[in-house]
């Protein structure tokens, strides 16, 4: 057309003016074209913002890291606003010495960084009777994945000194709704961080500035933010977010409990709803796979509605119990497409469909759905959520 001609031939304005200077943004914000990629909540999902929960916009992203402002959000209280001078770590129970840390105290120890996925257990949690939500945002956008930097849990649970009987951590939150989680000591000891800085800059305040636990593969739910408290006892202490909320109620009316490690899952991120397919011809299917037992081994997509796989491309680093990023380049006719994909982790776990899952699980659970999705690509282009029967 004339205008894409112009384009090439004519000076173009932005080519023709001065832009802004350096110090126009002293911290950067993303393009102003890029205004459509935000975090969003489902409005009707909950009663109030402060308890609440918005999604990870998987769709906009790429690679393996996702930006510290995209980051979904879960908060039962509302973001506290901590200035980090103000800001105490005490750790008590039963050790040889009640220690409290300041943050400084805190970043004059040995610190490391590691990149790791974070999935609130309720991600998906919406889809168990059903496809419901037309959106991978919304489907599977509790997750996020980030490089954090923080001090082993262990250096300070060592200065403190546990006492032989010390089986189980609780961890507390500093905000109005003071979280708490049982943990279990030997993880506490094995790999968590208590972390300050994500993506090499500090935590942002929705992620629990300044400080955070950060329990690898392991449901969102215990990595308490605003940390201000880790209690060393015998046995857990039946927190609310361990007993009422966070168990899997079964078809029998049993509850799963400590229901801790996230099985393996994956999601195509392209094509779906929010982001159709708009043209014939060559294509990049992309999306994100992940596995709290340890690395993503394979992924396999089907275009078919699982008649047929094939393995998809992995690229970019593979961490231990991070998300890593997988393509399918094909070529689109214009044919009707059932898209899923299937990751398969380092144990030799295979995700399981939605009816395997129901089969063991039944439909009562809201947490660890982690069943094949499948959108469903209309010959125009437009993708649905949908579940083959
Ligand atoms: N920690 C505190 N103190 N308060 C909270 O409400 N929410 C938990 C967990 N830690 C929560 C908390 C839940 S349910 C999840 S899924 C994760 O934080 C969410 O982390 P994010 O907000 O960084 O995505
Ligand atoms: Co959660």
Redesign the pocket.
């Known amino acids: 057309t004339a205008k894409s001609e112009a384009l090439i031939t004519d000076v173009q304005d932005w080519q023709r003016y001065l832009g802004e200077g350096v110090d126009k943004h002293p911290y950067g914000v993303p393009s102003k074209f890029e205004k459509n990629v935000i975090r969003r909540d489902v409005p009707w999902l909950t009663a109030s913002a402060e308890s609440s929960v918005n999604f990870t916009p998987l769709h906009e992203l790429d690679g393996i890291i996702t930006p510290s402002g995209l ?7 509302g973001v506290a606003e901590i200035n980090p001078a103000d800001h105490r770590l005490m750790i008590n129970g039963l050790v040889d010495k009640p220690l409290v840390f300041t943050m400084d105290d805190i970043k004059r120890m040995p610190r490391v960084n590691k990149v790791y996925f ?1 999935e ?3 991600n998906s949690g919406m889809e168990w009777r059903g496809s419901q939500l037309n959106g991978c945002q919304f489907t599977h956008g ?1 997750i ?1 994945n980030v490089m954090y930097t923080g001090v082993p849990l262990k250096v300070l649970l060592d200065e403190a000194g546990l006492k032989p009987n010390a089986k189980w951590l609780m961890l507390e ?3 109005s ?1 003071g ?1 708490n989680r049982s943990l279990p000591i030997e993880k506490a000891l094995n790999d968590v961080i208590l972390a300050f800085a994500m993506n090499g800059e500090a935590l942002r305040p ?3 500035y300044p400080l ?1 636990a950060v329990i690898p593969g392991w ?9 201000r408290r880790v209690e060393a006892g015998d046995q857990p202490w039946q927190t609310r977010e361990e007993t009422s909320k966070y168990t899997d109620l079964l078809a029998n009316g049993t509850s799963r409990k400590h229901t801790f490690v996230m099985d393996a899952k994956s999601v195509v991120t392209n094509p779906s709803p929010q982001a159709p397919l708009k043209h014939k011809g060559r294509n990049v299917l992309s999306g994100l796979a992940w596995s709290g037992r340890g690395t993503v081994k394979r992924v396999d997509v089907s275009l078919d509605g699982g008649r047929n796989w094939q393995t998809a491309r992995i690229d970019g680093p593979v961490f231990d119990k991070s998300v890593v990023r997988f393509y399918v380049d094909f070529e689109w006719n214009g044919q009707e497409l059932m898209i899923q994909s299937r990751a398969i982790d380092s144990t030799g776990y295979v995700q399981p469909s939605k009816d395997e899952l129901r089969k063991v699980r039944g439909v009562n659970s809201i947490y660890h759905n982690n069943g094949i999705q499948t959108w469903l690509v209309r010959s125009g282009g437009e993708t649905e959520n949908v579940e083959i029967g």
Do not use: I, P, T, Y
């Open positions: 980051c979904f959000e879960r908060h039962h209280g974070l609130c257990a309720a509790m996020h939150g500093a905000d709704s979280m929705e992620q629990g955070r449901e969102g739910n215990l990595w308490v933010k605003w940390l």
